[in-house]
């Protein structure tokens, strides 16, 4: 049975608590939390600890703070040579302290408070300096019911940029679609059908060939209504614009 520590009380921090703590092969010591005002979830059968020096020891600690944080946490764990993983996206293998067995458990998810997750549709991106390490990680993925990937740092990097793509500008767009349809009195419930349809497209074709719309087809007319629909909001104007000439230059119009 592998033994868990988790740091940090956040979106991702309560999510990977309640995934340890339900895994029948997994042991969960301690939630370390400096403020205990953070915690929001109604917590059972958990050990709390609010100072680093009172950690117990684990087979691996998993730290789930803001990315700006990682670092000087890892600094401030009063012991050495056990494995310290971050579940960052962005932040390099190589900021975690050096006295530590090093290690990414990055989940490529979208966390929030108010939403249950089913961990098998998690994965997790893994990195070790030790293959030891990237072993027991496995088996905690593998423990929890995630696929895992291992990735470097560089691929990781990489791939948290295109999940800003494919996640948090994705849903930016939602909200500007939920504005225009609320100034006109529709309801944005009509639109989820589609929202549906076009993520269902792309899990049996690529991206690229999943493409329809106005740019794809360089319908000018109906680009150039839109863009007149869209002179009251020129931010949106302009983003609109942007969007096209890059569905037309990938699909082999230039920009007009």
């Not at 042991?27 to 020096?53: F, G, M, T």
């Not at 971050?86 to 990055?106: C, E, I, N, P």
């Amino acid at each position: 049975m592998i033994s868990v520590v988790i740091l940090g009380a956040g979106n991702v921090g309560t999510h990977l608590v309640k995934a340890v703590q339900s895994a029948k092969n997994l042991n969960l010591v301690q939630w370390y939390c400096r403020d205990p005002k953070a915690i929001q979830w109604p917590v059972k059968s958990i050990e709390l600890c609010h100072d680093v020096k009172d950690l117990k020891m684990a087979d691996v600690y998993m730290i789930a703070v803001s990315d700006k944080a990682v670092s000087e946490l890892s600094k401030q764990l009063p012991f050495e040579n056990r494995l310290v993983v971050h579940t960052s996206g962005s932040v390099a293998l190589k900021l975690l302290d050096m006295k530590h067995r090093r290690g990414v458990f990055y989940p490529l998810q979208t966390f929030s408070a108010t939403s249950e997750l089913d961990f098998s549709e998690v994965p997790f991106c893994i990195e070790t300096m030790e293959k030891e390490d990237a072993k027991l990680l496995k088996t905690l993925a593998t423990s929890m019911g995630s696929p895992f990937y291992m990735i470097n740092t560089e691929q990781r990097q990489a791939l948290h940029l295109s999940a800003v793509f494919v996640n948090n500008f994705t849903n930016q767009l939602y909200r500007i679609a939920h504005e225009l349809t609320d100034f006109k009195a529709i309801s944005f419930d009509v639109l989820k059908p589609l929202i549906l349809e076009t993520a269902k497209k792309i899990q049996q074709t690529s991206p690229y060939n999943a493409q329809t719309g106005p740019a794809k087809r360089n319908d000018q007319v109906t680009i150039n209504h839109h863009l007149r629909t869209l002179e009251s909001h020129p931010d949106y104007q302009s983003l609109y614009d942007q969007l096209t000439n890059s569905i037309k230059n990938t699909h082999g119009y230039k920009k007009l």
